[in-house]
Nanobody, 122 residues
Framework: EVQLVESGGGLVQAGRSLNLSCATS????????IAWFRQAPGKRREEVAC????????EYADSVKGRFTISSDNVKNVVYLQIKDLEPEDTAIYSC???????????????WGQGTQVTVSA
């Protein structure tokens, strides 16, 4: 059974950093792409970062370049999202998702985690 479980969210002050984790299981981690999304209240869901192991690449939304870093631990099967210099506008539910067909970013994601809430106070 494919599972993705996010953790690391919480209430943080603006300007601080936060590390989110996406623990995965049920599939061969090295063959797939994992992305982080966020959805703020009243806004559309936004893909913020993606890592593709088969293509050895990472991609970022323009809105987060320079502050967000996606990485993976292929032994632990965990994908991380580091967020620096948090802003109140980063407040959202952050979810990870797996793309299992092409193993690449930009395709429809097949499996999703439940999400973790990040709230940034001014």
């Amino acid at each position: 059974e494919v599972q993705l479980v996010e953790s690391g969210g919480g209430l943080v002050q603006a300007g601080r950093s936060l590390n989110l984790s996406c623990a995965t299981s049920g599939f061969h981690f090295d063959d797939y792409a994992i992305a982080w999304f966020r959805q703020a209240p009243g806004k559309r869901r936004e893909e913020v970062a993606c890592i593709s192991a088969p293509n050895d690449k990472t991609e970022y939304a323009d809105s987060v370049k320079g502050r967000f870093t996606i990485s993976s631990d292929n032994v632990k099967n965990v994908v991380y999202l580091q967020i620096k210099d948090l802003e109140p506008e980063d407040t959202a539910i952050y979810s990870c998702a797996a793309e299992l067909v092409f193993g690449d970013c930009g395709y429809e994601y097949d499996y999703w985690g439940q999400g973790t809430q990040v709230t940034v106070s001014a």
